[in-house]
């Protein structure tokens, strides 16, 4: 099974918004809702952001919003901030399987 | 509040055995709500799902990694483990043990909501 597809990198300036992608077939992001998100500070171990497609983690800003369109499901970052530069992994678990993106590195301007 | 360390060596010599414990404290694994994995991140690199275990002994690999991974649990410690059989030095990462929840009641999730510091262990002789 491979990975699911991520872009490398994105970028925005403080107040914008940016939204990172994750594409994967029918039998993993188009088949099912177990999508989640993690957002990872370098040193640190990753940090759950969003679960089942658009459910935000208790304690996560409202900036953060998840959906789903098919077989790609995409987390939106709204009113970037100085802080949420990091790298984000999408993430779909249908049980017996889990396989992760393959990172993207968002850059804060 | 749910803790979750790595421990072991983080230095293996190649086609060695890799052991890693996960030691849990602030819950148990012997909750029959939880899978309990192992997640791996090359230097620079991703994360790689490895596998996970239940309270009950069921386990599920990656099957890129099958034929050399072992999760074991250990509940009168707490713990569970990973072994890795026949390193290479493709097999460097930071080793991550993390809580996955299943399902509660009706509803069913499946996401890694608690994740230890990560263990570095290094394939070199």
């Known amino acids: 099974q491979s990975a699911l597809t991520q872009p490398r990198s994105v970028s925005g300036s403080p107040g914008q918004s940016v939204t990172i992608s994750c594409t994967g077939i029918?039998?993993?992001?188009?088949?099912?809702?177990?999508v989640s998100w993690y957002q990872q500070h370098p040193g640190k171990a990753p940090k759950v952001m969003i679960y089942?497609?658009?459910r935000r983690r208790s304690g996560v800003p409202d900036r953060f919003s998840g959906s789903k369109s098919g077989n790609t499901a995409s987390l939106t970052i709204s009113g970037l901030q100085a802080e949420d530069e990091a790298d984000y992994y999408c993430?779909?678990?249908?049980?017996?399987?889990?396989?992760f993106g393959g990172g993207t590195k968002l850059t804060v301007l | 509040q749910l803790q979750l360390q790595e421990s072991g060596p983080g230095l293996v010599e190649p086609s060695e055995t890799l052991s890693l414990t996960c030691s849990v404290s602030?819950?148990?694994?012997?909750?029959?709500?939880?899978?309990w994995s192992w997640i791996r991140q090359p230097p620079g690199k991703g994360l790689e799902w490895i596998g996970y275990?239940?309270?009950?002994?069921?386990?599920q690999y990656n099957p890129s990694l099958k034929s050399r991974v072992t999760i074991s649990l250990d509940a009168s410690k707490n713990q569970f483990s990973l072994r890795l059989s026949s390193v290479t030095a493709a097999d460097t990462a930071v080793y991550y043990c993390?809580?996955?929840?299943?399902?509660?009641?009706?509803?069913?999730?499946?996401?890694?909501?608690?994740w230890g510091q990560g263990a570095l262990v290094t394939v070199s002789s």
């Open positions: 993390a809580r996955e929840p299943i399902c509660s009641g009706a509803e069913c999730y499946y996401y890694f909501d608690y």
């Open positions: 602030g819950g148990s694994v012997s909750s029959g709500d939880y899978y």
């Open positions: 275990i239940f309270y009950s002994g069921i386990t």
């Open positions: 029918t039998t993993d992001v188009g088949g099912y809702k177990y």
């Open positions: 089942d497609v658009n």
């Open positions: 993430c779909s678990s249908v049980g017996s399987y889990t396989h």
